[in-house]
């Protein structure tokens, strides 16, 4: 008797706690038992389980719920009937304060998806969301532990694939030092699981095949959402259509020189180019290759966005993909694994976290995400404020170091040229006129003489 006045202690704690916390991804309250419910099962059970109280308002005020001797049962077999496969929660009723309440417990489905009368869930935040044909079969490849890129390809055969393209591949990998490949192409593909009994998978047609799938990489350059200055349709297998959309992507932005007194000038792009080659790799790995779109790259004078088709894969946010901690699942497992080993991409899940570490020196460039139109759009754009701020500093920064240079170069030599003094500096000889005029108004530097014969002098301030 002592024991189960424990458990049932417990249990009333529990939905206590339930009460307080209110609806999540886990928990769900329900005034009565309907259709609706049995969807919130099925939301719960293809993704990490969860539980319903019969009998709670959407504010967790307990009203209760009328039940007969078999109203359990019967709710069980209405349950079973109306899902495939058909689940059996654990249903159990509990007096709190003289109301019933009915607690309905359903583990995550080893086997996903399962549907309802043909409809398919999903629970998100505290909400149940109906999945899209291309979610069920990510769904269903997830659980099965398998991905799209490793069946074979219908209608492909072995002479459909490029030797060189093999070949090109396996001396990317053997030089990257992360994996060891036979140089034979049908052995190196054969261990990579590339090919299935002598059949290429569609990871192998994506990536060698002599002519390759459709899956474009629409990219431009606007000046307006409307008009387009540049633009291509980039067909090709995946790791040439990388190389080809990076350069023009290179060719459309913009570059300035910076200056810090070395004789070499610095570049600087609008964007940092490895946070866009992550994005671009993101897009090209991670996109669902079975849905019709095609990857966009819009390049803006203020912004330039990357769209993806599919959604996360796994259950992944987009809170999650901004913090540096997240668990990466693989939509496409071949073709990430095929430029992980040709080191184009550093580990697995590790794209965002670079993309967040390359802008640390851009401050100017804002960076968002955001799951729209079926698919995944990054957005790298340019804060003019910032930017403004950033050149003055980095201006005032580099007019500083130069004007201390020119100090130091005519202290050593008092007769040097305005030409020679630009030439030493790998500076324009009207940038150093600049300078020198400054100098001179601040009362830091002085010409004796003629401009022809005459010679520099440095003022020496007094200090006091």
């Known amino acids: 008797m002592a024991v189960w006045s424990c458990a049932l202690e417990k249990m009333v704690n529990k939905i206590k706690l339930f009460l307080t916390a209110g609806e999540s991804q886990t928990v769900e309250f329900k005034t009565s038992f309907d259709k609706s419910t049995v969807e919130s099962l099925v939301a719960f059970a293809n993704t990490v389980g969860g539980t319903i109280l019969i009998g709670v308002s959407d504010k967790a005020d307990i009203q209760g719920v009328t039940i007969g001797k078999e109203t359990l049962n019967e709710w069980l077999g209405q349950i079973k009937s109306a899902t495939s496969p058909s689940l059996i929660p654990d249903l159990m009723s509990e007096n709190i304060d003289g109301k019933i309440i009915v607690l309905i417990h359903i583990n995550e489905f080893p086997v996903k998806p399962v549907n309802t009368r043909g409809r398919y869930y999903k629970r998100v935040a505290s909400s149940n969301h109906q999945l899209s044909l291309s979610e069920i079969s990510d769904l269903y490849l997830q659980s099965l532990n398998l991905s799209w890129d490793s069946y074979k390809a219908p209608s492909f055969s072995m002479k459909d694939l490029s030797l060189e393209k093999v070949n090109l591949f396996i001396e990317q990998v053997n030089s990257s030092g992360r994996f060891s490949l036979s140089e034979d192409p049908f052995d190196a593909l054969e261990k990579l699981r590339y090919i299935d009994k002598n059949q290429p998978t569609w990871a192998a047609v994506l990536l060698f095949a002599k002519e390759p799938l459709r899956h474009n990489i629409h990219i431009g350059r606007f000046k307006t959402a409307s008009t387009i200055i540049d633009d291509r349709q980039i067909t090709d297998t995946l790791p040439e259509a990388v190389d080809q959309a990076m350069k023009f992507i290179v060719s459309h932005v913009s570059v300035a020189f910076e200056f810090d007194g070395n004789p070499k000038r610095k570049e600087r792009f609008a964007y940092p180019l490895p946070a866009l080659r992550e994005a671009l790799l993101n897009a090209i790995v991670h996109r669902d290759y079975a849905s019709p779109s095609d990857i966009q790259i819009k390049i803006f004078d203020d912004r330039i966005t990357f769209f993806s088709p599919g959604h996360f894969f796994g259950g992944l946010s987009i809170q999650d993909i901004q913090t540096d901690h997240y668990q990466s699942h693989l939509?496409?497992?071949?073709?990430?694994?095929?430029?992980?080993?040709?080191?184009?991409?550093?580990?697995?899940?590790?794209?965002?976290?670079?993309?967040?570490?390359?802008?640390?020196?851009?401050?100017?460039?804002?960076?968002?995400?955001?799951?729209?139109?079926?698919?995944?759009?990054?957005?790298?754009?340019?804060?003019?404020?910032?930017?403004?701020?950033?050149?003055?500093?980095?201006?005032?920064?580099?007019t500083e170091k130069t004007t201390e240079k020119i100090i130091n170069l005519v202290k050593r030599n008092p007769d040097l040229t305005i030409r020679e003094i630009a030439k030493e500096l790998g500076l324009s000889t009207s940038a150093i006129e600049k300078q020198i005029n400054t100098l001179k108004n601040e009362n830091r530097l002085a010409r004796v003489g003629p401009d022809k014969g005459g010679h520099w002098q440095v003022v020496e301030t007094s200090k006091k």
């Open 331 to 398: 939509r496409n497992k071949l073709i990430a694994e095929a430029f992980y080993l040709t080191n184009n991409i550093e580990k697995y899940g590790s794209g965002f976290i670079r993309i967040r570490k390359e802008l640390q020196n851009y401050p100017e460039i804002n960076f968002d995400i955001k799951e729209v139109g079926g698919g995944v759009l990054l957005t790298f754009g340019i804060n003019q404020k910032t930017t403004e701020k950033t050149t003055e500093k980095t201006t005032e920064k580099t």
